[in-house]
């Protein structure tokens, strides 16, 4: 870039006496020079949050990689749950409390784009852990948002200008200042809708280790979400008819895991070797393969 | 169980929803409002291709035109929530860029400068940070000055149609230090970036022209020189 400019202000400075537009020249070249500082500053920005996102995105897929390895036969699940809280909360209380600072004052709709695959698998992850947890009510959005809205000293903010506007715009927050990440609504379905790719891997899962129980609950917790999902009228919306078709598909693997234990349940009593289960699980391992949910 | 995945939630999820499908269907009103308003300027602007006697009399219509925008950006403002612009400013961005475009035109063609962003809010009714509220975004005032370079490339051309061979040379200097402006830019792959890719088509489509004048010697005299630098300009940056 700095090649093509050098020749143009040798050339500007060469005819400077006889252009009454050099006049203008400098205005114009100033003007942008500030134009491209605030550019600049919103893409680095951006990359930033992006990155953040993928940490969210990454250690959340950790944990419900981790969330999988429940096992009725292992006992292990008090313990799995435990840790699993333990790392969303620290997802919460670091990398998004990161971006909540990155959006501080500013509109939460701004960089959405950035960390919405972050904020998505984070959903997915907390009501999967919900979901085994056998708590009594998914948590919504608003049930969420608690947990990424952060108090902070107000002199820990980046600079003193920043602070000053905010006491005039937050005038009952004296000395803490309350930064938030937002969930929106549309991101929340959106990641609650991937929840299902869980559930039916649960489903399969149990299959195998021969939890019974585990595969009917499953099944019907799929065929409640995918009988609210129709309730949606998505308007403007591409993604989320996208995610329903695949929930459709995730609900009926389900049922197709319900039916064969119905079917052929009773040929083997006992289900707690996977020689037993074997059968079931190659109709069902082999429509799997597509899916790579994690 | 199956209380665990509640039907509420996405009865509750339908309203919030509906709501902003409400909201969004009175924003698509001023919208279309704007754009008629921001329409009717680029009409009686297109008067600068044809007649060029008429350009002040186009300009004071335009203005006209503006200040109904203005009326329009007003009611959007006070319709779209705190910290809620980006939610939906797809609606109106694209007749943003268009204004803007005019507005730009227009000042060039009063007094032949390069509206500043600041001009722009102003004549608008906007606000140039976001912190103060409904504001222009420096990507749209941009987008919209890159809009302003096609149409004058296009006035370029028909000005030598229409006789008047000093206007090529005076919209050359102007688009070539915009061009210089923009270079000062780090863009990003996006759509102001695709845009910018067009810039260069618009400066040689001038310089074509100025080239064709000034080789015939249709060029006014006094400015022989300027044009000697405009063309070396032209293949120092074609080179480049």
């Known amino acids: ?294 | 169980m199956s209380t665990f995945i509640h039907q509420e939630l996405f009865l509750k999820f339908q309203q919030h929803l509906d709501n902003e499908l409400e909201l969004k269907e009175k924003i698509r009103a001023i919208v279309r409002e704007i754009e008629q308003n921001s329409k009717e300027a680029a009409i009686h602007l297109q008067v600068i291709h044809s007649n060029i006697e008429k350009v002040p009399q186009a300009c004071l219509e335009a203005r006209k035109c503006f200040d109904k925008c203005r009326e329009g950006y007003k009611q959007l403002a006070e319709l779209i929530p705190p910290k809620q612009y980006y939610k939906y400013c797809d609606q109106w961005l694209y007749n943003t860029h268009r204004v803007v475009f005019l507005i730009g035109l227009t000042i060039y063609l009063e007094a032949g400068f390069l509206v500043s962003r600041e001009t722009v809010a102003e004549i608008l009714g906007l606000k140039v940070s976001q912190s103060e509220g409904f504001h222009l975004d420096i990507e749209d005032y941009l987008m919209g000055i890159l809009q302003m370079a096609s149409e004058l490339s296009r006035f370029a051309t028909n000005a030598v149609t229409l006789g008047d061979y000093s206007r090529p040379l005076n919209i050359s200097r102007f688009v070539s230090d915009l061009n210089s402006g923009f270079r000062l830019l780090n863009l990003k792959n996006d759509s102001l970036r695709k845009r910018f890719d067009a810039l260069k088509y618009d400066v040689k489509r001038i310089e074509e022209v100025v080239y064709d004048i000034s080789i015939r010697g249709l060029a006014p005299q006094v400015q022989t020189q300027a044009q000697a630098d405009e063309a070396e300009q032209a293949t120092d940056s074609t080179a480049a």
């Not at chain 1, 895991?257 to 190659?282: H, P, Q």
């Open chain 1, 1 to 294: 870039m700095s090649r093509n400019r050098k020749p143009f202000r040798q050339n500007k400075n060469s005819t400077n006496s006889r252009q009454e537009e050099d006049v203008v020249d400098t205005p114009v070249m100033a003007a942008f020079r500030e134009y491209a500082k605030e550019l600049d500053d919103k893409h680095d920005r951006y990359e930033r949050i992006v990155k953040m996102s993928r940490d969210i995105t990454i250690e959340s897929k950790r944990i419900i990689f981790l969330l999988h390895t429940i096992e009725t036969r292992r006992n292990n699940r008090e313990k799995v749950l435990e840790d699993a809280e333990k790392r969303l909360r620290a997802v919460c209380e670091t990398n998004f409390l990161l971006i909540a600072r990155e959006l501080e004052d500013l509109d939460q709709n701004q960089y959405l784009r950035a960390f919405s695959p972050g904020l998505q698998e984070f959903i997915e992850a907390y009501s999967y852990f919900e979901y085994l947890k056998d708590s009594s009510k998914l948590s919504d959005w608003d049930d969420l948002q608690q947990f990424l809205t952060y108090n902070i000293d107000k002199p820990s903010s980046t600079k003193e200008n920043e602070t000053k506007e905010e006491k005039s715009l937050q005038e009952q927050t004296v000395a803490k200042k309350q930064i938030v990440c937002t969930i929106k609504p549309v991101e929340f379905i959106l990641g609650l809708a991937d929840l299902g790719g869980e559930i039916m891997r649960r489903c399969i899962n149990s299959l195998g280790s021969g939890d019974i129980d585990s595969c009917f609950q499953a099944c019907r917790t799929l065929q409640t979400l995918y009988a609210g999902y129709l309730r949606i009228r998505p308007v403007g919306n591409r993604e989320i008819p996208r995610k329903i078709t695949t929930l459709r598909q995730s609900t009926l693997k389900a049922e197709n895991v319900c039916y064969n234990i119905k079917v052929r349940g009773g040929e083997a009593a006992s289900w707690d070797t996977l020689d037993t289960a074997g059968f079931a699980m190659d109709k069902i391992a082999h429509d799997d393969e597509d899916e790579g949910f994690y």
